[in-house]
Nanobody
Framework: VQLQASGGGLVQAGGSLRLSCAAS????????MGWFRQAPGKEREFVGY????????HYADAVKGRFTISRDNAKNMVYLQMNSLKPEDTAVYYC?????????????????WGQGTQVTVSS
């Protein structure tokens, strides 16, 4: 599956952004979908994931209560709503699809990755 993330940009602290991830090539309905981010000089880190049906979501502690992942399998889309943004949220954000059955916190369990979209939060 090919993934294309979009929606990044420059926003002031406290603001919001909504990232989108468009999938093509095959349906994502059977894939757990994850979001990761990578700040300059740091490793790519887990942000959150959503189960195949959309009712199960899990988030990193750093974003819990501020970020929300959703999906629309009919449109082959996944979203990341980011509220109350902080300067430490500045990173390139990636969406990914997993064909594995567990441990979706681990980036090595994702098979397909989008190209990333830059999010910059100014203080």
């Amino acid at each position: 599956v090919q993934l294309q993330a979009s929606g990044g940009g420059l926003v002031q602290a406290g603001g919001s952004l909504r990232l989108s991830c468009a999938a093509s090539g095959r349906t994502i309905s059977r894939h757990v979908m994850g979001w990761f981010r990578q700040a300059p000089g740091k490793e790519r880190e887990f942000v959150g994931y959503i189960g195949t049906g959309g009712s199960s979501t899990h988030y990193a502690d750093a974003v819990k209560g501020r970020f929300t992942i959703s999906r629309d399998n009919a449109k082959n889309m996944v979203y990341l709503q980011m509220n109350s943004l902080k300067p430490e949220d500045t990173a390139v954000y990636y969406c990914a699809a997993s064909g594995k059955f567990s441990n979706w916190y681990d980036r090595t369990n994702y098979d397909s990755w989008g190209q990333g979209t830059q999010v910059t939060v100014s203080s």
